[in-house]
């Protein structure tokens, strides 16, 4: 069956214009990944059921700003991997641009980790899979990162732990953030120095994506 001919086509093309640059080859990819996420969906509860019917939009375009905010980044790291939104959607990318790139994914589920192999195998995408907790995953982390992403994990707040030891050595960490994200903004910042930008978010205008550059601790008084 050709591409085109998918039940979910019209589906995709609103993702294809918003994202011109992405090849057709790596909207393959995705729609490997999309196939295996409804094949896997029963078992797994990858994703909110009620989001299944719009998947691209919700989950796939939403995703595609991630790797968008930080084009020139090989090198990933993605926490709370779950379903592989984002981290996944960011390995096709950085395939369509070479073999050079590579997302880290920890999970500490095995069935996702092992569904997250599944999908990386299948659409030929270079991630390595760490299936584990994050902080024993990342204590002593020796290789080079120049991207962090989580979506829908934790709190900003929580977020700065887990990724300051990145920023602070050169990333840059991108974090998708719900409508009170200005809430959770406040909290980070009373423990921690962050610079950050606020980009609106493509699929939702009242969500933003948050582009980090800082993360330091703030010493107690």
């Known amino acids: ?86 981290g996944l959607v960011t390995a096709m990318l950085l395939k369509q641009e070479g073999d050079d790139g590579i997302v880290h994914m920890v999970e500490s589920n095995q069935r996702k980790a092992a569904f997250l192999r599944t999908v990386a195998r299948e659409a030929g995408c270079n991630v390595k899979v760490h299936a584990g907790r994050i902080e024993a995953v990342t204590k002593g982390w020796e290789a080079p990162i120049e991207g962090v992403s989580a979506r829908a994990l934790a709190s900003l707040q929580v977020l700065c732990g887990f990724s300051s030891q990145f920023v602070q050595r050169g990333a840059t960490a991108v974090f998708h953030k719900g409508q009170d994200f200005r809430r959770e903004i406040e909290e980070a910042s009373a423990d921690w120095s962050i610079d950050l930008v606020e980009k609106v978010s493509l699929v939702d205008p009242l969500s933003r994506v948050l582009v980090l550059t800082k993360i330091d601790p703030k010493t107690a008084n």
């Open 1 to 86: 069956m050709s591409f085109e001919k998918r039940a979910d086509y019209s589906q995709i093309t609103p993702v294809m214009r918003m994202y011109e640059d992405a090849s057709r080859e790596t909207f393959e990819r995705l729609s490997i990944y999309v196939d295996l996420v409804r094949k896997w969906q029963p078992a797994q509860n990858l994703i909110a059921p009620s989001t299944m019917n719009d998947i691209w939009m919700r989950h796939v375009a939403d995703s595609i700003q991630i790797q968008r905010s930080l084009p020139d980044a090989r090198s990933w790291i993605d926490f709370g991997s779950g379903a592989g939104f984002p």
